[in-house]
């Protein structure tokens, strides 16, 4: 290891990193780390080459001791990307408080020989993460650009970063979950636990908060911050960012329990007993009924949260929680499909699925489902009844093939130029359909729908007018995915109530 006593009140390191705020990575390197890109489009850990080199003065190295130290003690260095949001992006609007990280940040190996007779606290797991210094730079493309590329992005920050006290005992219960899976590998199957090894990942993910396990098994796993844990620590810098907390929630098993508590409470109750017991304020729409958003300030109540977002609660975003509701008959039946994310068009450039955001929006979100039961198909939801909670996240198998083949028909179409639009016919007639509220001709466009695959995609705006998006020279509405109605009945339907 290259040792650097820097202190970071000392002038000499604020200056150092003062000085390239807005600089490009090509400017910053005078030590000429982008040369070895030169014929070789995939170089990896660039950006992180060119700090470590040209302004901290040290060549890079793959030790797992720290990198630096700043007022005698070690430091980690992470560079890492930030972008603009696709909903800032697609605004044209994007400022340094849309930023978000691009992807999850990895921390170190996950050595089965050595952590199973590790602790937390004297873990290399915990080295890395105590003090780190992070540099963010600005991922300004649409689409994966070569290594060479990388010479264009901006430094836009760099703070030295310590985990809260909460965020330390969620990192140590999610490190320690790992730690016990390969200790009851080895005690289960002593003659080869490695035969165990393959279902780290699967196993454990819904269980973890703010870290997950890549790649798989027999490739070497590493630790990562999630992406959402890592977006919460860019938020933070550069919004200066205070999410609300809420007490006791160290562990996936914490929110478990708040999420269990809470049913057992209110489980049984109409949602108009519940807006009464909780005193929450609603407006009757048209059809003398609230609308389905309700839920969200229903669940935030239930945790006598202030916020308005169950994304605005700290635990809950930076573990990459998306709260849906969802309304099932009597019988557990329910066929309404589960809209998701919009698509962000240019990442379909992306040669490979396991970097798209098909694929980090499917791995690294889990749902936070609030169950109804409906009295009757004509019942309003004032009448529906609170059934409890439900975690759902989607399994690799279902990434690996649903999943995968939405993205690959999308990316052929769009790649290809086969995306093609269609007027819609009425049934034995020739008669096109004529949108009533516009007067506009209806029209279809031939990506995959739900009765090809239960990830499907399907457009959405206010009206038939409202075909703001260009792509492949047609104009459309906002493109969505969307989960089949069935599939996610189906999957709630096996899982317990928490």
């Known amino acids: 290891m290259a040792e650097h006593f820097y202190s970071y009140e000392d002038e000499e390191l604020t200056e150092k990193f003062d000085s390239i705020i807005n600089e490009t990575l090509g400017e910053i390197d005078i030590n000429h780390a982008f040369d070895k890109t030169i014929g070789h489009p995939k170089v990896t850990g660039i950006a992180g080459d060119v700090i470590e080199q040209s302004v901290l003065g ?6 797992q001791k720290p990198d630096i130290f700043v007022s005698g003690l070690p430091v980690e260095v992470k560079t890492t990307g930030i972008r603009y949001s696709t909903k800032a992006r697609k605004s044209g609007k994007a400022t340094e408080k849309d930023f978000e990280a691009k992807e999850p940040m990895s921390i170190t190996a ?10 937390f606290d004297n873990s290399n797991f915990w080295h890395k993460l105590e003090r780190m210094l992070l540099v963010y730079y600005h991922y300004d493309a649409d689409k994966p650009v070569k290594s060479w590329d990388y010479k264009n992005f901006m430094v836009k920050g760099y703070e030295l970063h310590q985990f809260s006290k909460e965020d330390k005992k969620r990192l140590e219960a999610d490190w320690v ?15 080869d636990p490695t035969v165990q090894y393959p279902f780290l990942g699967s196993t454990l993910r819904k269980d973890l908060l703010l870290i997950d396990t890549a790649p798989k098994w027999p490739h070497n796993p590493r630790f990562r911050l999630k992406r959402s844990t890592v977006t919460a620590i860019v938020q ?26 809470t049913s057992e409470k209110y489980r049984g109750k ?13 407006k009757l729409n048209s059809k003398k009924d609230v609308s389905k958003s309700i839920a969200e300030q229903i669940v935030l109540k239930m945790f006598n949260s202030k916020s308005k977002k169950l994304n605005e609660i700290e635990v809950f975003n930076k573990a990459g929680f998306i709260l849906k509701s969802l309304v099932q008959t009597k019988e557990h039946k329910r066929t309404e499909d589960t809209k998701l994310f ?22 690294d979100t889990q749902f936070l489902f609030i ?17 409890g909670f439900k975690r759902l996240y989607f399994e690799e198998e ?35 359909v004529i949108n009533k509220k516009s007067g506009t001709v209806q029209t279809t466009l031939n990506f995959i729908k739900s009765k090809d695959n239960e990830a499907f995609i399907r457009g959405g705006g206010k009206d038939s007018t409202a075909k703001n998006h260009q792509l492949n020279g047609i104009s459309m509405y906002q493109q969505f995915i969307w989960i089949k109605g069935s599939y996610i009945n189906n999957r709630l339907n096996e899982l317990p109530f928490i």
């Open 58 to 63: 040290y060549p890079s190295n793959s030790d």
């Open 110 to 119: 996950v050595s089965p020989d050595k952590i199973v007779d590790e602790e």
């Open 177 to 191: 979950k790992v730690r016990d899976f390969i200790r009851e590998a080895k005690l289960t199957y002593p003659n």
């Open 236 to 261: 933070e810098y550069f919004e200066n960012r205070t999410l609300e907390k809420i007490d006791n929630l160290e562990s996936m098993n914490d929110v478990d329990k708040l999420l269990h508590d």
């Open 270 to 282: 109409t949602v108009r007993e519940i807006l009464e017991e909780l005193g929450i304020k609603y």
């Open 342 to 363: 919009s698509i962000d068009f240019s990442d379909l450039s992306n040669e490979h699925f396991g970097q798209s955001q098909f694929f980090e929006y499917f791995y």
């Open 371 to 387: 169950l109804f039961e409906e009295p009757s198909s004509s019942a309003k939801l004032l009448d529906n009844k609170f059934l």
């Open 398 to 432: 279902f990434i690996d093939t649903i999943v995968k083949k939405a993205w690959n028909h999308t990316r052929d179409l769009v790649i290809n130029n086969k995306l093609k639009e269609s007027i819609v016919y009425r049934k034995n007639t020739n008669e096109p």
